[in-house]
């Protein structure tokens, strides 16, 4: 499988190089793909906040595992993370073009395309009405999986379960 250059989302790494989510019973016909995104105050709540997991000023969260460490990955994501944060009409179109083409992509394949919108972030994209109603609805519509790891309160969580968003939902109790 050949490796393909988005603008803004991230093709997953492991999954071109080792191939191992496709010998995985049951995977071998999906596709992901992923918007990595820096944490911080202004991306997710839960980055810096006191009893949670993701503390110790942001290194305990998992944006810091496995390649997340390297300079070249964290630049990257910092890269994005600024795009969507002050330029959004470009993130916005960035992202809709590469879903047009990840989506192209896939049907050739055969593939389900998966899309998970908030890798270490929780903006919530699905949630803002537009994003929603020109990306994520017109792409359910055709097949596409939208799916997000969230830590939010109870609302946000219905939210997205009401927009047909598959969600693992993470909870602190104290």
Known sequence: MQ???????????RQLKTGKSRKIKGLDHYWVISLELTPSARTCAYAFAKGFECTNNGQGCINYAGNGRMPTVQKA?????????????LAFAMIKSDIAVAYSIALARGDTLAIRLDTFSSLHLWNRDEFYDEVVKPYQDKGVIFYDYIKAPLARIKAGLERGIDLTVSFTEY
């Open 3 to 13: 490796s393909v250059k988005f603008s803004i989302f991230t093709d997953s790494a």
């Open 77 to 89: 994501r910092d890269r994005r993370t600024d795009l969507i944060l002050n330029n959004w009409g």
